[in-house]
């Protein structure tokens, strides 16, 4: 592995958390997904999600485990922030 190499792996999973939930046997989808709420809340913000969890995907994407399918799930489910609220959202009388 390069210098290069060495440096992405400690941006995209520098606490080694996804590495190590393929590791647990028997891991549940919701520990799975606290996992990778703990994973992306500790990405550095210079670090695009949707590219950290593809490069995550190539590197231990298995299919048929509970954390490929909650990765390729935060594929899907990230999106602009829209605005919610305001006096559409407000009931009328």
Known sequence: MSADTDATDANIDHKGLIREAYRIEGITDA???????DWALSLPADVPQTRAIAALLERHGDDGHPM?????????????????GGWR???RQ
Do not use: E
């Not at 399918?69 to 919610?84: E, N, Y």
């Open 89 to 91: 959202s407000r009931p």
């Open 31 to 37: 520990q799975c997904r606290s996992i990778f709420l």
């Open 68 to 84: 490929t399918d909650v990765l390729k799930a935060g594929l899907q489910t990230i999106s602009a922030p829209r605005r919610r």
